[in-house]
């Protein structure tokens, strides 16, 4: 198997086809190959395994999924990759790669199709400028037993964070309304080629089997945790009357009191059971 974290290795290779890296694509290969090996293992990688990785990059990743899954399925954009990747995974017969846009494929679909019978898991090393709409479509996918992927590290943060702290957010409580966060470990700049300008973190996402939160309407649910968040450190009352015109000032205020909120409560303070309180009563309020 070629280690392809080598940099006296991957150099060379990389010199042979003529790649040069895509800052566009947002394109930072590892060198560190202790990185993909924890990844692979602290991502619970089995036999019982099929493997949905996003990005494969030259295939260090790759390389440790195979060893590990029993079946192994990688969405690649960038074609140039193509002999690289013959060269460096191609030893496995576990392994189907599909050259397109991850977001451009029905991943409930593709799972179903290439992992039947298989606890079916993502993971992936995510360019920066694309994380959130990747993560977004693998947990809206809601067909995976977890997602473990390399990001920013200050992204990792925010997808764990707490409620009334500095790095929660809308897409905290996207996420962990699906999933069940937990920071795995930062990787530094060194172990990439290019050296990004920040650290990453790689996090684990279990999915929930059971949303226990009662939310009468997902889309009333997450219109409410985008207005609250869109006017942050403002009360509430300010975010919701903004974002359902439908209710007012004086419908909204009505609302966060018969859901057992005072009257000053801040959005950012809200954690998911409570964001689902108030959500339905929006619902019950809209219907009369």
């Not at 590990?68 to 690289?84: M, Q, S």
């Amino acid at each position: 198997m070629i280690d392809v974290c080598n940099i006296q290795v991957m150099k060379p290779l990389l010199q042979e086809h003529g790649f040069h890296f895509s800052k566009a694509k947002g394109q930072n290969f590892l060198i560190a190959p202790w990185v993909p090996q924890s990844i692979a293992t602290d991502a619970g990688v089995d036999e019982t395994a099929g493997v949905l990785e996003i990005g494969p990059g030259i295939g260090p990743l790759t390389q440790q999924l195979c060893l590990r899954a029993k079946k192994v399925c990688a969405v690649e954009l960038d074609k140039r990759l193509e002999p690289i990747l013959r060269q460096t995974v191609g030893e496995f017969d576990n392994l189907e790669i599909i050259w397109d846009d991850v977001l451009n494929q029905n991943i409930p679909d593709l799972v179903a199709e290439k992992f039947p019978g298989l606890r079916p898991m993502a993971c992936a090393n995510l360019p920066y400028y694309i994380t959130s709409p990747i993560l977004t479509a693998l947990l809206e996918a809601d067909c995976f037993d977890s997602v473990t992927v390399m990001v920013q590290k200050e992204v990792a943060q925010r997808i764990a964070a707490e409620p009334g702290t500095e790095d929660y957010s809308a897409f905290t409580v996207f996420c962990q309304y699906y999933a069940e966060p937990e920071l795995l470990f930062d990787v530094p700049a060194h172990c990439f080629l290019p050296q990004p300008k920040v650290t990453s973190a790689v996090i684990s996402l279990r999915v929930r089997k059971e949303r226990n939160w009662d939310v009468l309407d997902e889309k009333v649910f997450f219109r409410l945790v985008r207005a609250s968040f869109a006017m942050r450190r403002k009360k509430l009352a300010n975010g919701l009357a903004a974002g359902f015109p439908e209710l007012g000032k004086a419908g909204a205020a009505e609302v966060i009191e018969a859901a057992g909120f005072d009257a000053n409560v801040r959005g950012e303070t809200l954690s998911i059971p409570e964001f689902a309180r108030i959500a339905n009563r929006i619902v019950e309020y809209v219907r009369g």
